[in-house]
């Protein structure tokens, strides 16, 4: 057996394309109750896997012996992609390489952008980045298990590139690799209508076109015509014909005779 803890000088690669990278918070390990760690997956090329190898074989090299590091179940760190094509199926048909950069809890990753300033908001660190990344490779006895890891150190955002992992599982390829193409529409059947007769798709809501709202038109104020004020014809005052005053005819005075009274009885 060698000598145990033995842990390479850090030294940067890149660029890498990351995979589920985790570098503002840290998490656990899919399944488990281990420490929390700062992590992320990493696709390399064969190049870049050709850079990783010689401090891969000088810390195996050191920590363990040939019998140890012959054995099947000897963790190297870094694997072919062709042992997780249902999670990076297109990097495994280009012969890639991927591993996993971990940091502990206590030891958050620095994270720069390519003018070295820091990377404060974690959207701009996705699936698909492009980075280059300062690694080391330490190896490790675990209840049993033995092999090497890899350690992250500081992480500085290149670009964007493709994404090459998928959520786990099969791809949407090999799942249906054997399932033949769609058949034709039956004659008759509407475009667009779902086979076997599901729900059928939803079409969009016609919106109704809005008329410009006609402005009723405005006639002219007709102003009343102003008749001009007919002046009363004023008659000439008729002047009352004065008759001339008759002079009462003066009739001569009647001299009146008179009556004598009869003579009184005698009343002895």
């Not at 990076?88 to 206590?106: D, H, I, L, T």
């Not at 002046?231 to 005053?245: A, H, K, L, S, T």
């Amino acid at each position: 057996m060698g000598t145990p803890n033995v842990r390479s000088d850090n030294f940067t690669i890149g660029p890498v394309t990351l995979a589920f990278p985790h570098l503002f918070n840290p998490q656990r390990p899919k399944g488990s109750n281990g420490d929390l760690k700062y992590n992320t997956g990493c696709v390399i090329t064969q190049d870049i896997y050709n850079q990783i190898l010689p401090h891969l074989q000088g810390v195996v090299g050191k920590a363990f012996s040939e019998a140890e590091w012959s054995s099947r179940d000897f963790e190297w760190g870094v694997h072919p992609c062709t042992e997780k094509a249902d999670t990076y199926p297109v990097a495994a048909e280009r012969g890639m390489f991927y591993f996993n950069a971990k940091s502990g809890e206590q030891y958050p990753p620095q994270v720069v952008d390519a003018n070295r300033q820091p990377v404060v908001d974690p959207g701009k660190v996705r699936d698909g980045t492009l980075a280059y990344i300062s690694i080391n490779v330490w190896s490790f006895v675990n209840a049993g298990n033995k092999g090497v890891s890899i350690g992250m150190g500081p992480v500085m955002i290149w670009g964007e590139g493709e994404v090459l992992n998928t959520g786990g599982g099969p791809s949407a390829q090999s799942a249906f690799a054997d399932i033949p193409g769609a058949p034709a529409p039956a004659a008759g059947a509407a475009a667009g209508a779902p086979i076997g007769g599901g729900i059928p798709q939803q079409q969009p809501m016609q919106q109704p076109v809005q008329q410009p709202m006609q402005q009723p038109v405005q006639q002219p104020m007709q102003q009343p015509v102003q008749q001009p004020m007919q002046q009363p014809v004023q008659q000439p005052m008729q002047q009352p014909v004065q008759q001339p005053m008759q002079q009462p005819v003066q009739q001569p005075m009647q001299q009146s005779t008179p009556v004598i009274p009869p003579p009184m009885p005698n009343m002895g």
